[in-house]
């Protein structure tokens, strides 16, 4: 009979070690306030944090938070996809707009544009549409350069064979440049929706108003340690599974080869 | 290269100088019709008073925050807390980014959690960081150093994986110590992607630190920007966020031009 394979050799290994560690991170802390070598109004023991969930998914309205969330991401996600699809559409169809504007487009990307949220506090007020609008402004950059970045990436080879069925502008738009650019425009709008989200999150706590964002910032205010580490992790978990469902979804579009 | 543009030259009776730097002309027409109608805009009266403040009183604001000596003392501090955020931060993303991208067990046991936890939101860390580190700068700082480190630790981690492996067999057959396979193969090779990360990391720690000093502080820009909306000083808040852009903008290039990164030939 052959010898088991070692653990070390299997292709979870790295996977168990990994969490592994974190468990044993965990577990390392949870000593630690317990021996009063952390303080527990501090950091408050990981059992204590675990015991919390349920208490913020019912008490908190998490589902109710999590939907408000949602959906001005999906509102700004919209928004952020019509303007910077037809932005970058705008600037490939119009080579001396694109070669004045593009740079200026790179650079607003690399801006800090959150830090405008009091002004658009002071413009629209503390409601949805400031959450909205910051979220959309954030994301509009990075999908208007993967818009222009598919198009003009699209193959000679592909435009050739339209011009040569004669097809008018507007096919040679649908037929051959749009999809040929959709893998890139799709990366575009992954990066979009994730700028977006992280803009929404944070603006909802900064001001104090929505869904997730604002649930850590009245935990916090309440002084409920236990509760805002939980709120935490849970706005952790929701991110980790948008970042892997939009991926996954990236990964399907995305030509084969 | 796909077809584009109809818009390719100014017409023909456009001066020769258009003729010959169309962009620049481009550009031009573009910043004057953005200013004429902000202007417009400013005094049409569709806006409530100040929303949109006329550029005159925008760009006194301007003159007035940058002649005022108190304003560098928030800028010094600012500029304090991103210092200390980018090197506690940019140092310790090196570090894990060498010792994860330097073993294929290590990169995937634990890259994936860097991978996953990089693009949340890392503002709503900051009510942990204030009980951790108080209301002063510190909780700031933290901000900073944890916005920094995930661009820096995954951008080194995968410079690390493209290192030639020439290199390192060189380094290892000369019998180079840990710290020297660091300084005189890794370093120099990653250069690059050490520098990239570096500037993802400098922009999300701005964001970090000017978000942190918006929520709960009393010095710096940040706290400058949420008093001016608290005040309802209009002009001066958009004289701030014109001097933050100014800086984000230009230190991101800066580093970029010090790193060499302009020179890279794309090809």
Same mark, same amino acid.
């Given at each position: ?149 598919? /198009? ?96 996954? /979804? ?8 | ?267």
């Amino acid at each position: 009979m052959s010898k088991p394979a070692p653990l070390t050799k299997s292709r979870y290994f790295p996977a168990i070690l990994g969490l592994g560690s974190f468990a044993a991170f965990v577990l390392v802390v949870e000593f630690l306030v317990y021996a009063d070598v952390l303080n527990r109004f501090i950091v408050p023991p990981p059992s204590e944090v675990l015991a919390a969930f349920p208490r913020v998914i019912m008490q908190e309205h998490v589902l109710s938070r999590f939907v408000l969330t949602a959906s001005e991401a999906l509102a700004a996600s919209v928004l952020v996809t019509i303007f910077g699809i037809a932005g970058g559409v705008l600037l490939y169809q119009f080579n001396l707009l694109r070669l004045a504007t593009e740079t200026w487009v790179a650079a607003v990307a690399a801006a800090p544009l959150v830090l405008m949220y009091p002004l658009y506090l002071v413009i629209f007020g503390r409601n949805a549409t400031t959450i909205v609008m910051m979220g959309f402004t954030a994301g509009l950059a990075p999908i208007i350069l993967k818009t222009l970045e598919g /198009l003009v990436g699209t193959r000679r080879v592909l435009i050739n064979v339209g011009k040569s069925f004669n097809l008018t502008r507007s096919q040679q738009f649908w037929k051959i440049l749009f999809p040929a650019a959709l893998p890139t425009i799709f990366v575009g709008m992954r990066l979009g929706l994730i700028f977006a989200l992280i803009n929404i999150v944070g603006v909802e706590y900064l001001i104090n108003f929505g869904g997730l964002g604002q649930l850590i910032n009245e935990l916090a205010e309440r002084f409920d340690l236990a509760g805002t580490y939980a709120a935490i992790c849970f706005v952790i978990l929701v991110s980790i599974i948008v970042f892997m469902l939009t991926e996954r /979804l990236e990964r399907w579009l995305r030509p084969a080869g | 290269m796909a077809e584009t543009g109809r818009l390719t030259a100014p017409a023909a009776y456009a001066p020769s100088w258009m003729r010959e730097h169309p962009v620049t002309a481009l550009r031009i027409a573009i910043i004057i019709t953005v200013l004429t109608g902000w202007e417009l805009l400013a005094r049409s009266g569709w806006l409530y008073r100040d929303v949109v403040p006329s550029l005159l009183s925008i760009g006194r604001a301007l003159y007035e925050t940058l002649s005022d000596p108190t304003f560098y003392l928030h800028l010094t501090t600012t500029f304090y807390e991103i210092g200390l955020a980018m090197v506690i931060g940019g140092l310790s993303g090196l570090a894990v980014g060498i010792l994860i991208g330097g073993s294929k067990l290590m990169q995937h046991a634990y890259e994936p959690f860097l991978y996953y936890l990089g693009p949340c939101p890392k503002i709503i860390f900051f009510p942990v960081m204030i009980m951790w580190f108080g209301v002063g700068p510190g909780s700031k700082i933290a901000m900073g150093a944890i916005s920094c480190f995930f661009p820096v630790a995954l951008n080194v981690a995968g410079g690390m994986r493209e290192i030639d492996k020439v290199l390192i067999r060189v380094g290892r057959s000369f019998r180079a110590n840990t710290w020297q396979m660091v300084t005189k193969i890794y370093m120099p090779a990653m250069r690059h992607p050490i520098i990239n990360g570096m500037r993802l990391g400098l922009g999300v720690c701005l964001i970090g630190t000017l978000l942190a000093e918006t929520k709960l502080s009393n010095r710096g820009i940040g706290f400058l920007v949420i008093q001016s909306y608290t005040l309802f000083n209009m002009p001066q808040m958009y004289s701030l966020l014109i001097v933050l852009f100014v800086i984000a903008i230009g230190a991101n290039a800066l580093i970029g031009r010090l790193g060499g990164l302009d020179t890279i030939r794309r090809t």
